[in-house]
């Protein structure tokens, strides 16, 4: 597949973001068995941090809220230095990343071989120090924009409750760039 097709194939209809992440491919053969196992995982993880990133903005009032607040400041800072200390000793580099809930283009390794499979990780927040790990299939592999070796990966196969929690959080992440882009525009 060339990488137009591939393009459309994953960002065509879908809402994509592009970040740079921490994030890497791991060839392997996936188990079936083992896959319901992995789409499980990162469905609870999606959820999870939809949950802790949608609390954040309840507003509180009282002095419950204002007490909860300073909980959820302190558990903050506990799950920052936290997942600090899992990035450093973390092997995946920060990588420029176009995703969307249908896959992922990324730099590619010296074995990217279409039609391999195996799992997309990538840390989804920068507060959680376990990476969201996603079942993948390599449809292309070409130059990308910048002329260097790109791959573009399929996730598959997902559920579709966890295609959900994926598009979920890539919305969340979108409207926060939005929003982020905004904020830098007013100043």
């Known amino acids: 597949m060339n990488r137009e097709h591939a393009d459309a194939a994953l960002f065509g209809d879908a809402l994509a973001c592009e970040d740079l992440q921490r994030a890497a491919f791991v060839p392997q053969q996936l188990d079936p068995a083992w896959l319901e196992t992995v789409c499980s995982r990162a469905e609870i993880h999606l959820s999870a941090i939809a949950i802790i990133e949608d609390s954040r903005n309840e507003e509180e009032e009282g002095p419950q809220g204002l007490a909860l607040r300073r909980i959820e400041a302190k558990l903050d800072l506990l799950l920052t230095l936290v997942g600090n200390l899992n990035a450093q000793a973390s092997a995946d580099s920060r990588l420029p990343i176009r995703w969307s809930a249908q896959g ?84």
């Open 104 to 187: 992922v283009r990324m730099p590619a390794g010296d074995a990217c071989v279409e039609g391999s499979t195996g799992l997309f990780r990538m840390q989804a927040t920068p507060w959680l120090p376990e990476p969201l790990v996603l079942p993948a299939v390599v449809i292309a592999c070409a130059p990308g924009d910048d002329g260097r070796p790109s791959q573009w990966l399929q996730f598959d196969p997902l559920p579709e409750p966890t295609r959900a929690a994926l598009e979920r959080h890539l919305f969340r992440q979108h409207r926060r760039a939005i929003a982020e882009l905004r904020a830098q525009r007013d100043l």
